[in-house]
């Protein structure tokens, strides 16, 4: 039987061959395509999922501002700090990320955040301020006072790819849940029912359109629309959806609808600011609403939801009419749902969109610091790495001294042509650290950044190097140095001759080096560069942190040379600290996305000019501001504030320079035209005001210089530089490096000095 | 002469150095940044309210700092004890102790060169006070030896004794 039954199997299983065979095979074969498809579609969606889950650009923030007892901080610029750093005022300030005012107390919830060295808890604070300064810190649980806390940090950017895609990474947890609980109402009701399609949505949507004779209803879950945020397409072929459905069973059978939607939440699209797009609502809410996700109200939360469905159709700064009726019905599918109750559905309706102006989002608001952040992290990390890995980058940027900054531009190039151009940099004086930097007229543009690639001639910025290089040589000059202001005939590279000219175009005969530098005669400091030597001020030129050529020409004294206005922030801010180089850094440090210390930049300082010939430069420097050619930052900053610094002129009043600083901030203004015309400014006129403007609101600290050991203060006469008494007409205090006081003497001097010695003598006999 | 004789004699004498910066190091780590000031104020000159205000200004804030200084640079974390020091110095950047402390810290790191630096920079802050003086110019000593730098060592080893010698008494 058994035997028959087989035989007969395989007789007919011979008959049927070519058929049956053939047939399966063909399964066989589908069903390997299909597997190799399947598999295919699951890599696919897998490497994109994954991609874009673990793919986040690094995050640039702001300095924390410190705030201590003690600290020269008013209650007002505290809460520019606060509102830099996407603070807003509400109730008694006790959320995270809240302050409210009392007079001269202000009451701030700091909110808990990674540093790079250490994560710091959220806070609940009050302080209290008086006379300018911050008076006491306290917890107001406890009462207990604290010395030093630190506010977390404003995010002023992102390192994002080439494709210019934006997000900024939100955890599920930190999402609201009316906001999931409205998403998952409007979008996909029956998400933590389905296994990434949904039957009856796909029938009912497909009814509503059979119905409407167009496509009115979608029946795509939220996985699938993540799939095809994923895809960044919108092709609506049948193939593409298809394939779309199996990748989203596929995702659901890998990941967890937590993941899921988390990655949902992230990837998004919402808005297309530019040319960079927004994606993910955490994101979205600074971009519209100027605050995190977690602090959205429940109209703002249903505006971004309703914004899902058609980003550009429902912009509420494009179509805030049609963006608020369909905000209005996402408040009602949330009422219905029981995400939250009528009477606050009711209530939001009645409030108005709540967007800040677009370009006042927190973040992107400082293209020109960024660009410095990214030539500088770019020495030391692969452009991907900061496009995809998560790190966060400390940043040296001051909200509070950007801000200045850009008012001063704005208010001082108001109402003038639009050619006319300025680049501003603030560095603090100690640590070089870059405070604020605009690159343009209008700073929140991102375009050519004028503070580190508007190369121009430095005009008289020079001139300090080359008095520098005189007094470094104190046998042969003081600031008592009588120069040769006459007319001068030079020959230039090509043998052609030039006789240069003062700015007022006349000539004085004698004047004393420290007056020479102080009102910027050009020709005698031309003379004095000339006999200090081309090389001598080139070599000060390279110690001031410049390139300089190996063969220079008496036109190099005129300050021919170009720079960026960061390179003369480099120069000056020797000056500033002590002599010592700092090189300039805008990142104090690189985290991974775990807060891991990746890289830190410390503060570095190598002397480079010594204390003497440092403390006589900044003396003329100082008397340049008080009495020179800078003494106009007076008329905007209190004559309380020493200040020191330098005008530049070009040739033709094509650039304007300012170079200057306080105890604790250097700051380099410069302003011009970009096809490099004439601008009738000069340094006094153009970048001056706008540098004391500035300045006025971010110097703290006047800059006041010990006096060395080996300098003194000595009496010399106004019009010949000899030594004299203090009693002779035309007497002038001057300080000179000890052992290089003027030789010659005044009559009147040497007489009273004779006089005095006998004096002296004569008391010290009787008081032994 | 034995031939391993001057190298070992050199290798002592750095070690030696080396000793005693990391000794003192130690001592001027816990020191508070008030000291200074002692030597700073012109008695001639009448004090504004606002310098007062000045000269207190966020000595709390740098006492704590410090302390966790020294707590990050015992446990051999000298990056955030540079970190630490450099906060502080943003809040009190005339205060010669600090930028000794920070000039300890590169010395820890082997950053020779901006240990001597450094020191440089606390030197010209420290005003009258002598034994700050002498300890910046034992760092600059230290400093120059591990560069190899013998005599721009002994020269700064003399200064740091004239130092000493004159404070003595």
């Not at chain 1, 030539?375 to 030391?380: E, F, I, M, N, S």
């Not at chain 1, 006089?755 to 003598?761: A, E, Q």
Request: proline fraction near 5%; aromatic fraction near 6%; hydrophobic fraction near 40%.
């Amino acid at each position: 039987m058994a035997r028959k039954q087989s035989r007969k199997r395989s007789t007919s299983r011979k008959r049927t061959f070519p058929l049956r065979r053939w047939l399966l095979i063909g399964l066989a074969a589908a069903l390997v395509a299909a597997a190799g498809y399947v598999a295919w579609l699951d890599y696919e969606v897998r490497t994109l999922f994954e991609g874009k889950r673990w793919s986040e650009p690094a995050t640039v923030y702001a300095r924390p501002l410190e705030l201590y007892t003690g600290r020269a901080l008013t209650p007002d610029e505290l809460i520019t700090e606060l509102r830099a750093a996407g603070y807003r005022q509400a109730g008694d300030g006790a959320r995270p990320g809240t302050w409210a005012r009392h007079g001269s107390t202000v009451d701030l919830t700091t909110r808990a955040f990674d540093y790079w060295d250490g994560s710091e808890p959220s806070r609940r604070l009050r302080v209290g301020f008086a006379d300018g300064r911050v008076q006491t810190i306290q917890r107001r649980a406890s009462g207990e006072a604290l010395p030093l806390v630190r506010v977390d940090p404003a995010a002023i950017g992102a390192i994002a790819p080439t494709r210019r895609e934006d997000r900024l990474l939100v955890q599920l947890d930190d999402v609201p849940v009316t906001l999931i609980g409205g998403l998952l109402a409007v979008e996909d009701r029956a998400f933590h029912r389905h296994f990434g399609v949904s039957p009856t949505a796909i029938a009912r949507a497909a009814l509503a359109n059979l119905r409407a004779g167009r496509i009115v209803q979608g029946g795509s879950t939220l996985t699938q629309q993540l799939v095809k945020n994923l895809y960044l397409s919108s092709e609506q072929t049948l193939a593409r959806k298809l394939n779309e459905a199996v990748m989203a069973v596929l995702l659901e059978m890998r990941y967890d609808k937590r993941t899921i939607l988390e990655t949902y939440l992230n990837e998004v699209f919402l808005a297309q600011d530019g040319n960079r797009a927004i994606h993910g609502f955490g994101l979205a809410a600074p971009y519209f609403f100027g605050r995190p996700l977690a602090e959205l109200s429940v109209d703002q939360q249903a505006l971004l939801v309703a914004m899902v469905k058609g980003p550009s159709r429902y912009n509420p700064r494009r179509h805030p009419e049609r963006a608020k009726r369909r905000r209005d019905v996402v408040l009602g599918i949330m009422a219905d749902n029981g995400v939250i109750s009528p009477e606050a559905a009711r209530e939001a309706r009645g409030r108005p969109l709540g967007m800040v102006d677009e370009g006042a989002s927190t973040r992107h608001d400082y293209p020109a610091f960024m660009d410095l952040v990214q030539r500088h992290l770019q020495r030391d990390y692969r452009r991907e790495d900061l496009q995809t890995a998560g790190l966060r980058v400390f940043s040296t940027l001051s909200p509070r001294a950007q801000d200045a900054a850009e008012r001063a531009v704005r208010r001082q190039l108001e109402g003038r042509p639009d050619s006319l151009e300025a680049a501003v940099v603030t560095v603090n004086a100690d640590s070089g650290e870059v405070t604020a930097l605009i690159g343009g007229r209008n700073p929140r543009f991102a375009g050519f950044n004028r503070a580190l690639d508007a190369r121009r001639p430095i005009g008289s910025l020079i001139k300090p190097a080359i008095y520098l290089a005189a007094l470094e040589r104190p046998s042969g000059w003081g600031l008592g140095s009588i120069l040769d202001d006459s007319p001068l005939r030079l020959e230039d590279a090509r043998g052609e001759v030039w006789t240069p000219r003062n700015f007022d175009r006349t000539f004085r005969g004698d004047v004393l080096l420290v007056d020479a530098l102080t009102h910027s005669y050009n020709i005698p400091a031309i003379r004095l560069g000339m006999d200090v030597g081309v090389t001598a001020v080139t070599d000060v030129m390279r110690r001031l942190g410049q390139d300089a050529p190996r063969r220079a020409y008496p036109s190099y004294m005129l300050g021919t040379a170009e720079r960026s206005p960061l390179d003369v922030a480099r120069m000056y801010q020797v000056f500033a600290g002590d002599g010592f180089r700092t090189p300039l850094r805008s990142v104090r440090a690189v985290s991974d996305d775990d807060g891991e210390r990746l890289k830190r930049y410390p503060l570095e300082a190598e002397r480079v000019i010594d204390d003497a010939p440092l403390y006589l430069i900044n003396y003329a420097l100082q008397r340049v501001v008080r009495e020179g050619t800078g003494q106009g930052a007076y008329d905007v900053i209190s004559r309380d504030m020493d200040l020191a610094g330098k005008t530049g002129t070009t040739s033709d009043n094509r650039d304007s320079w300012f170079a200057g600083f306080s105890g604790d901030v250097v700051g380099v203004v410069w302003m011009g035209r970009d096809d490099n015309g004439t601008t009738g400014l000069t340094g006094s006129t153009g970048a001056l005001p706008l540098w004391a403007q500035t300045m006025d609101a971010v110097a703290r600290r006047g800059f006041r210089q010990e006096r060395p050991d080996n300098v003194v203060p000595v009496w010399v006469d106004a019009e010949t530089g000899r030594r004299t008494h203090e009693a002779c007409t035309g007497a002038r205090q001057l300080p000179y490096h000890r052992g290089h006081e003027p030789e010659q003497w005044t009559e009147c001097g040497r007489r009273r000095a004779q006089r005095n010695d006998d004096g002296d003598g004569w008391l010290r006999g009787l008081f032994r | 002469m034995t031939p391993g004789g001057p190298g070992a004699l050199r290798a002592a004498a750095v070690a030696l150095a080396l000793v005693l910066v990391l000794a003192l190091a130690g001592c001027a780590v816990v020191e508070p940044p008030s000291r200074e000031d002692d030597g700073d104020e012109a008695p001639a000159e009448a004090p504004e309210p606002d310098r007062d205000a000045d000269s207190e200004a966020g000595m709390a804030a740098v006492q704590r700092l410090l302390a966790d200084a020294r707590a990050a640079s015992d446990n051999g974390d000298n990056d955030r004890a540079g970190a630490l020091l450099e906060r502080a110095l943003r809040i009190r950047p005339d205060s010669a102790v600090l930028w000794h402390n920070l000039a300890i810290v590169r010395y820890r790191e082997a950053a020779y060169e901006q240990a001597a630096d450094l020191a440089g920079r606390s030197l010209s802050h420290a005003g009258d006070n002598r034994e700050l003086k002498a300890r910046n110019w034992q760092v600059i000593a230290a400093s120059r030896q591990m560069l190899g730098d013998e005599d721009g060592a002994a020269r700064a080893r003399e200064r740091a004794r004239g130092l000493q010698e004159a404070g003595g008494d």
